[in-house]
């Protein structure tokens, strides 16, 4: 990575990172509200900058067209995973975007296994996709929800008390085997306060355009934080790999929270430092065979005297 903004991106992003291989205690390991000493203006600032390193090097990736990328955003509710994704990716091009939702799996869904349905959205070579929610959807909320296991048609033995750690494995391998395939994983928990949930559900409710972004099961969902807490402790452990490390990106300031998964994105593509194609000395000949033609048909410019003698 040649570029010097590379070195100063993975500098920010460093206390981010989840060691791979550590244990995360996320209430004692990472404040939502970290903002490493920066203000909001010099934010503002930074995430221009970001968003035009991501615009560049998009260009490249897809002109390149043998590496994808799958960002991965996890959050609790009101975290701001849309407001990120709008922000982050206003200067690229939409052509070379995929964002895919994940809801509650339908029946057919259910009828395969529980990683068919991301398989299915996954980017293209030269594309970025965007899981909102992601496959760790499978072992946090349906861990702290066990009826939603049950739904998932299992045979007995497959859900056994194991059947957590075989799918931390199952998705370490599953990333590792998409990163020996040439797409990088990047992921990124928005990690949230109560507190701030709690006053983001309050102006959901008082501001008459934010109604429709609240429902009451968001409120039923609060109650089982620390269930989740412990949840997200356990998959940043157990999943964080040198392919494809966690992020936890502090969300209670939503300006700092979009630096942080711009700087993260912006230096996974840094990484892979795609490259526009050169073309060879045959293609070159064609190249400049065209050019000539396209001269030819340049209109006549004539001068103003010849405009002036045709008045006349």
């Not at 990106?249 to 979009?258: C, L, S």
Request: net charge neutral; charged share 35%.
């Amino acid at each position: 990575m040649a570029d010097d903004r590379a070195q100063r991106i993975a500098r920010f992003i460093e206390p981010l990172r989840v060691r791979p291989g550590s244990t995360v205690d996320l209430a004692a390991d990472f404040d939502p509200l970290y903002k490493a000493d920066l203000t909001k203006e010099e934010g503002v600032a930074l995430l221009a900058e970001g968003v035009e390193v991501l615009a560049e090097y998009q260009a490249r990736l897809a002109a390149q067209d043998s590496r994808g990328v799958l960002l991965c955003l996890q959050a609790m509710d009101a975290a701001g995973k849309d407001g990120t994704i709008r922000h982050v990716m206003s200067g690229v091009n939409p052509q070379g975007v995929r964002v895919s939702s994940f809801k509650v799996p339908s029946e057919e869904e259910l009828d395969h296994d529980y990683l068919w349905r991301y398989q299915c959205r996954l980017p293209r070579r030269g594309e970025i996709g965007i899981f909102n929610r992601s496959h760790y959807e499978e072992v946090l909320v349906v861990r702290v929800h066990p009826e939603y296991l049950r739904r998932q048609r299992l045979p007995g033995e497959s859900r056994d008390p194991g059947v957590w750690e075989r799918r931390y494995r199952e998705i370490n391998d599953w990333e590792r085997h998409l990163a020996d395939n040439g797409f990088s994983v990047v992921k990124v928990f928005l990690n949230l306060s109560k507190e701030e949930q709690r006053r983001r559900f309050l102006s959901r409710i008082d501001l008459p355009e934010k109604n429709w972004k609240f429902s009451t099961a968001d409120v039923r969902e609060r109650r089982y934080w620390d269930a989740y807490q412990r949840a997200y402790s356990d998959v940043l452990s157990a999943t964080s790999t040198e392919w494809a490390p966690w992020y936890v990106v502090p969300a209670d300031r939503k300006w700092f929270a979009r630096i942080c998964a711009a700087a993260v994105l912006g230096h996974a593509l840094m990484e892979i430092d795609p490259q526009y194609p050169t073309v060879g000395e045959k293609a070159r000949e064609d190249l400049m065979t065209a050019r000539r033609a396209l001269e030819l048909e340049a209109p006549v410019v004539r001068s103003e005297d010849d405009s002036e003698k045709r008045r006349k």
